[in-house]
């Protein structure tokens, strides 16, 4: 899951960084409204956690916009502002969900996965494939009921081409679901994980392969 942070305070931002990365999310942080609008043209997130108190205007504002570009993403607020009146507003403006500061981070997990099973054409919560089973909700990946243990990036990369099983992804593609926009990518740190997923999935039996395409990108195929 990628999600898009608007959040003005580093401090918050960095631990919750760190506290959803443990989740296998990768987070994009937005400092204002100026940038959100901007992360918003050049990548795609699968929600959006809002505080209102931005540099630029109230975090509120942003969400028609985000209605406009992309009317199905879950958007949840994060604040300070926490009274009734300030809840029914943001409900009001169009916010999915409104979580006040202090909060816990297992609560807002678990909003983020509400928010996302009824997000509308959201994908099937588990994929099947050989003799893997890729549980999104439950960040897991099974090969014949045992789970496959797996580093982050690796977990992320087999996620992502699960979920364009049969089809080329493009490395970029990849690197944009196992990196945030201001992770340091190494140049072949991509081909490492793949690898390394390779192996493993050959090791276990999983039926699958990762196959790669010169030049473009991977494509995992059932062994045949």
Same mark, same amino acid.
């Given at each position: 899951?990628r999600?898009?942070l608007?959040e !003005?305070?580093p401090?918050?931002?960095? %631990?919750l960084?760190?506290? &959803?990365? +443990?989740?296998?999310m990768?987070?994009?942080? @937005? /400092?204002?409204?100026d940038?959100?609008?901007a992360?918003?043209a050049?990548?795609?997130?699968?929600?959006?956690?809002l505080?209102?108190?931005?540099p630029?205007?109230?975090?509120?504002t942003l969400?028609?916009?985000?209605?406009?570009?992309?009317?199905?993403?879950?958007?949840?607020?994060?604040?300070?502002?926490?009274?009734?009146?300030?809840?029914?507003?943001?409900?009001?403006?169009?916010?999915? !969900?409104?979580?006040?500061k202090?909060? %816990?981070?297992e609560?807002? &997990?678990? +909003?983020?996965r509400?928010l996302m099973?009824r @997000? /509308?054409?959201?994908?099937?919560m588990?994929?099947?494939?050989?003799?893997?089973?890729?549980?999104f909700?439950?960040r897991e990946?099974?090969?014949?009921?045992?789970?496959?243990e797996?580093?982050?990036r690796?977990?992320?990369?087999?996620e992502?081409l699960?979920?364009?099983?049969?089809?080329?992804?493009?490395?970029?593609?990849?690197?944009?679901s196992?990196?945030g926009?201001?992770?340091?990518?190494q140049s072949?740190?991509l081909?490492?994980?793949v690898s390394?997923?390779?192996?493993?999935?050959?090791?276990?039996?999983s039926?699958?392969?990762?196959h790669?395409?010169?030049?473009?990108?991977?494509?995992l195929r059932?062994?045949?």
């Open positions: 899951m999600l898009l608007v !003005d305070e401090e918050m931002a960095a %631990a960084g760190v506290a &959803l990365g +443990r989740y296998d990768i987070l994009d942080h @937005a /400092p204002s409204l940038h959100a609008i992360a918003m050049n990548q795609v997130h699968d929600a959006i956690i505080d209102r108190q931005l630029d205007g109230d975090g509120l969400i028609p916009r985000v209605r406009a570009l992309k009317s199905g993403i879950p958007v949840i607020v994060l604040t300070a502002r926490g009274s009734v009146d300030e809840r029914i507003k943001g409900l009001d403006m169009g916010a999915d !969900d409104y979580l006040a202090p909060f %816990a981070v609560e807002l &997990l678990a +909003r983020l509400a099973r @997000a /509308p054409d959201i994908a099937p588990t994929a099947r494939i050989g003799n893997l089973v890729f549980d909700d439950g990946a099974r090969i014949d009921g045992r789970v496959l797996l580093p982050r690796e977990l992320l990369v087999l992502a699960v979920r364009r099983h049969g089809r080329t992804v493009q490395r970029s593609t990849l690197e944009e196992v990196y926009y201001d992770d340091e990518i072949n740190s081909d490492a994980h390394r997923l390779r192996r493993k999935l050959l090791e276990s039996g039926g699958v392969e990762i790669g395409i010169r030049g473009v990108g991977y494509l059932t062994l045949s």
